[in-house]
Nanobody, 127 residues
Framework: QVQLVESGGGLVQAGGSLRLSCAASGRTFSGYAMGWFRQAPGKERECVAAISRNGGRTSYADTVKGRFTISRDNAKNTVNLQMNSLKPEDTADYSC????????????????????WGQGTQVTVSS
């Protein structure tokens, strides 16, 4: 497993932007596909964005497509989530997760595919 630490959450007004970062340590970062998940109170956990080991493939939930961008830097062992045009419904606890993907092109949107999780960072969007 790999250790993950998120940062960058906070309070922002609707229409604003935030950039979340996730720093990885402990294993070869480039061996992991990465994902950003969120969970709001009373709602199911949702994969908002995922990226392949080499960054060549990404996927997004329909709810964030066109507003969020996932990226990774394998040299710095980081994965980022740029969130623009934020809405109150984006309010949630956001966590990054790592999956030991066997192929550099695999992208996973389901939580059971991930075996390492960060502690989460809260994002609150006010109206």
């Amino acid at each position: 497993q790999v250790q993950l630490v998120e940062s960058g959450g906070g309070l922002v007004q609707a229409g604003g932007s935030l950039r979340l970062s996730c720093a990885a340590s402990g294993r070869t970062f480039s061996g992991y596909a990465m994902g950003w998940f969120r969970q709001a109170p009373g709602k199911e956990r949702e994969c908002v964005a995922a990226i392949s080991r080499n960054g060549g493939r990404t996927s997004y939930a329909d709810t964030v497509k066109g507003r969020f961008t996932i990226s990774r830097d394998n040299a710095k062992n980081t994965v980022n989530l740029q969130m623009n045009s934020l809405k109150p419904e984006d309010t949630a606890d956001y966590s990054c997760a790592a999956s030991p993907a066997p192929n550099v092109y695999f992208v996973y949107s389901n939580a059971p595919s991930y075996d390492s999780w960060g502690q989460g960072t809260q994002v609150t969007v006010s109206s």
